[in-house]
């Protein structure tokens, strides 16, 4: 059974870093070529997209607030990405969600994401 797990999150003050990781497991994965990326979603908010990376790592995208601060990356034989955030603020708090998508071009609309994690929290004081 495909499935995604979130680790990394927690508390941090601003202007802080955190690295969240997901990991990938099951037959899917170890199968088939998949994209992957990063969403949050605040209270009250719609799920956002935050950051892509494709299956070879060599395309990456990010929302323009996010652009500079956050790095994905992602780690092949361990079936593994991850989500470097740095500089972090107050609006950074939300729920961070791992997705992935068959196929290695990356993607960066929700709907396009197939698989999802569970979720870990951010929470970033001032």
């Known amino acids: 059974q495909a499935q995604l797990v979130e680790s990394g999150g927690g508390s941090v003050q601003a202007g802080g870093s955190l690295r969240l990781s997901c990991a990938a497991s099951?037959?899917?994965?170890?199968?088939?070529?998949?994209?992957m990326g990063w969403f949050r979603q605040a209270p009250g908010k719609e799920r956002e997209f935050v950051a892509g990376i494709s299956w070879s790592g060599s395309s990456t995208s990010y929302t323009d607030s996010m652009k500079g601060r956050f790095t994905i990356s992602r780690d092949n034989p361990k079936k593994t990405v991850y989500l470097q955030m740095n500089s972090l603020k107050p609006e950074d708090t939300a729920v961070y969600y791992c997705?992935?998508?068959?196929?290695?071009?990356?993607?960066?609309?929700?709907?396009?994401?197939?698989?999802w994690g569970q979720g870990t929290q951010v929470t970033v004081s001032s």
């Open positions: 099951g037959r899917t994965f170890s199968n088939y070529a998949y994209a």
């Open positions: 997705a992935a998508t068959l196929g290695p071009g990356l993607r960066a609309s929700r709907g396009a994401y197939d698989y």
